[in-house]
């Protein structure tokens, strides 16, 4: 879909989102706008977020925890998330074609989309147990 026709919140939002490298939930996205000075109702951030993911502009995630994150990268790939801080990062390795067809043999269905969630500790978090 075209940017153009975007109203001017749903440009904001998406402008976050887009420049965001942590897979921002939607708290984040209305504390960033309110630190560069835009007023912006949550209803209006929610409802954004909602458009732009059902629009195919951005994805929402559903990983750990209650709160839905958001990731401007569309193409296929799956997310690891720290097991000690939180972080989330994207994992670009494809899905083994093998693992797919066991599956949909395995279930009879037909696999239309894949998400896949690891969990494991960042080099942050191994660096500082190291240097406890």
């Known amino acids: 879909m075209s940017r153009y026709g975007l109203t001017t919140p749903r ?21 960033r706008l309110k630190a560069r000075g835009h007023s912006v109702a949550y209803a209006t951030v929610y409802n954004s977020l909602r458009y732009l993911t059902e629009q195919g502009m951005i994805r929402e ?21 720290c097991t000690e801080c939180g972080r989330v990062d994207e994992v670009m390795t494809k899905t083994p074609q ?7 043999a395995e279930s009879g269905y037909e696999i239309t989309d894949e998400q896949l969630l690891f969990k494991g500790v960042c080099p942050s978090c191994q660096a500082s147990k190291t240097k406890r």
């Open 11 to 31: 440009k904001i939002v998406l402008e976050i989102v887009s420049e965001a490298h942590d897979h921002p939930t939607a708290a984040d996205v209305i504390d």
């Open 61 to 81: 995630l559903k990983l750990e925890g209650d709160a839905s994150r958001y990731d401007s990268r569309t193409e296929d790939h799956q997310h690891i998330v």
């Open 98 to 104: 093998d693992w797919l067809d066991r599956i949909a």
